[in-house]
Structure formats: C-alpha cells, structure tokens
C-alpha cells in the first residue's frame, strides 16, 4: 500500500501546483490606472504589468506579486514619504523607475522601503533616482538587489543624503552587478550576516561601502572610486575580500578597522591617499594584493599584529608603509610549501645574489632614509646614490638612529602581478 500512498501523494501536490498557476493571473495597468488598486485587487502570486508612463503616490505591497515594468514606467513618490513600500515575502520588482521619495531622515524616506519580515524580496533591472535613500532593507532575509542603477539627492550634502542601499539586521542578501553613486554611503551594512557583494561600481560618494558588526559575508569584483574613502570594514570578522578595485578615493582605499579572522586578497588599491588604512587587526591574510601609486601604501597602527601578510606588490607608493608601534612588526614569510612568500617593495634597494628571486636582506620599512625621503621628497632623486645607501646600512647597523616598523625578511626581487602596468595605464585613462 505505501507506493500507492506515495503515489497519490505525488498525484495531489501536482494538483494542487496546477490549481495554484491555473489561479495566478496577470494584470496589466495603463498610464492614468490606479496603480495601488491594482496592486489591492491582485491575488497572491499574480504579476502586475505596468506600462510605460508616470505613476504618482505611495504605493504599498501587502502580498506576494510580481510588479514588472513596460518600456521602464516611472513609480513617483512626489516628494514624500517611500515610493514604495514591501510589507509581504516573496515580492519581485523589475523594470521600473522609482524616483522622487522624501528626504526625512527621521522616518528614513526610501525609494524603496523593504519592512521586516518581507523576506526573499527581489529588486531587480530599475532605477532609483532622486530618493533619500535608494533602498532600505531591514529584518528582511534572503534579499536579493541585482543589476539596478541608484543615485540620489544628488543636490544635498553628503551628510544629508541618504544611502544607496541600507542593509540592517539581515541574513543572505546577495547586492550583485548596481552603479551606485551621489549617496551619502553607496552601501551601509550593519549586523548582516552570510551575505555577498559582487560586481558593483561604488563611486562619488563619502563611502562607497561603510561596513560594521557583520560576519561571514563575502565582498568581490566590487569597483570603489571617487569616494571619500573606498572600502570600510569596521568590528567585523570571518570576511573574504577578494578582487575588488578601490582607487582614486580622497582619503583611504580599503580600511581595516577592529577586525579578525579575514581575507584579504586579490585587490588593487591604487592613487589614493592612503591604500590600506589598518588598525587594530589580527588574525587577517594579506594577499596578493597590488598597493600602486598611493600617497601611503598601508598606514598601521593599533597593535595590528599576528597577520599574515605576503605576495603584495607595493608599487610607486611615496611612502610604503606608515607604522605606529613600539617593535618591529614581521611580514613576509619563506615557506616553500607556499606560492606567496615575501611582498615586493619597488623602493628595496637589496641584492640578490644567489638569484632565487629573493632579496638577500631584509625589507626595513621607516628606516633613516625612508624618513628622509618623506619630510624632503627631493631625496627620492638620490636613493641609488653610495651616500644614501650607506646611510641606510649605517641605520640598520645602529639601532639608536632606527625607529620599529614592519620587517620583510624575504622581499622579492620583482612583482607577483606581472601586468600591474596595464592597470596602471588603464587608471590613468579613466582619470
């Protein structure tokens, strides 16, 4: 008998699915329409089609829909409150222009407003403009925002824009392939767990992501640029940031604050003011990553130790390192077992005598000549020189005329990312 049960089992739920889609129906809305009547009078399930044309009002959805834009139709808010409001699991919005929110902060005007509870929501191929902020995901798991252009007020001051997208007390979202820029943050993330962040442009904004008390999430292929400050990951841990590119920004590239138990690899941080910004951090890899052309490479500070730094080019950077500490902090590493052993330094004025591609001594960041080089540029001209050089030996050799700073015991002779100058010309052409 219990085939026959399983059978008729089968037999039912695949009923019950035909009713489900023999019941959904698809309504189509023309310019003049009420949209949110449609909206009301549409059944779980069903896709609203809302042709080309402007729709003014504040519109809310209470159930399961699809609402699918024709020909990109403009959803208007008028200037006040949310455009739109998600109140229900499971709804999907595509295709459309949503503009024109209000721009109370206090109440959090969005132009898209993603309530509590109103898991699985999908925003998808549409346009955010003009809104206070682009979309406001709160308590809302699984979300999914993908492929939609976002701007904002771009008439205010930063500090009184809104964020691109605000991500708070959420579990699973995945942010994938938006252009987001004109926002006070592109993307603000806080208490959000096992998300992931890939394919996004984050750029003229004060932070193209400000990142706090979140775990387990993943961040590549991102592309930060001509923000304030690029990447911000702060009391955060269990990270993977890998592949992304964070240039041009007006103060740090990537910011590692308070963090643990992370990765950080495959990046390109180039011309900014300063490509890492580290404190407070332990337990992290640094790897693989290009530091290129920044006014500092990787300013350290903060009892920032126990990392595993190797395999990073430090290229064109007028001053490598920046360290605040009371002892020399070790980078780098020989391992054979490994790939990635020491960092290249294209300031390391080393030999390599035995030409395994490793110089025969150690890397010394802050040293006597790196201070000189700093507070009178001009001796950059000279770094060759016998002068210099002996210079440099002699504060090695006298420890009373050496500050601490980070040691690279095995610097390579040449950089792991062979084609660092096809980036470089390619960001000189984007300037």
Known sequence: MKPFLALA???????????????????????????????????????????????????????????????????????RGDTLRITAPDVVVEGLIVRDSGDSLKDQNAGIYIQPGAHRAVV????????????????????????????????????????????????????????????????????????????????????????????????????SYRNRGGLALMEVRDQVVRNNSTWGNADHGIMLRTLQDSVIEGNVVA????????????????????????????????????????????????????????????????????????????????WDRDGDSVGDVPYQANDLVDRLSWRYPGVTLLLGSPALQALRLAGRQFPVIRVPGVVDAYPRMRPARANWRNWHEQTDAGN
């Open 9 to 79: 089992m089968v037999c039912a739920l695949v009923c019950a699915l035909a009713a489900a889609n023999a019941h959904a129906a698809t309504w189509r809305v023309h310019p003049g329409e009420p949209l949110q009547a449609a909206i009301d009078g549409a059944h779980a399930g069903d896709t609203i089609d809302i042709e080309r044309g402007t729709y003014t009002g504040n519109f809310v959805v209470g159930k399961p829909l699809l609402l699918r834009g024709i020909g990109r139709p403009t959803l208007s808010g008028a200037l």
């Open 271 to 350: 011309y900014n003011r300063r490509g890492f910004f580290i404190y407070d951090v332990e337990y992290a890899q640094l790897r693989g990553n290009l530091v290129l052309g920044n006014a500092i490479g990787v300013h350290l500070s903060a009892g920032s130790t126990r990392n595993v730094v190797q395999g990073n080019d430090f290229i064109g950077n007028r001053e490598p390192v920046r360290y605040v500490g009371a002892r020399d902090e070790p980078w780098g590493g020989r391992n054979p077992s490994e790939r990635l052993q020491g960092n290249y330094w294209s300031n390391y004025l080393g």
């Open 124 to 223: 998808r191929h549409c346009d955010l403009t003009y809104n206070l902020f682009g979309l406001w995901i709160e308590n809302a798991d699984n979300v999914r925002v993908e492929a939609n252009t976002i701007t904002g007020k771009r008439d205010y001051n930063s500090a009184q824009r809104g964020n691109g997208v605000q991500l708070y007390n959420t579990r699973g979202a995945r942010i994938l392939d938006n252009n987001i820029s004109f926002v006070r943050d592109a993307l603000y993330v806080d208490v959000s767990h096992q998300a992931v962040f890939r394919g996004n442009r984050l750029h003229h904004s004060r932070y193209g992501t400000h990142y706090m008390n979140s775990y387990h999430n993943l961040w590549e292929d991102n592309d």
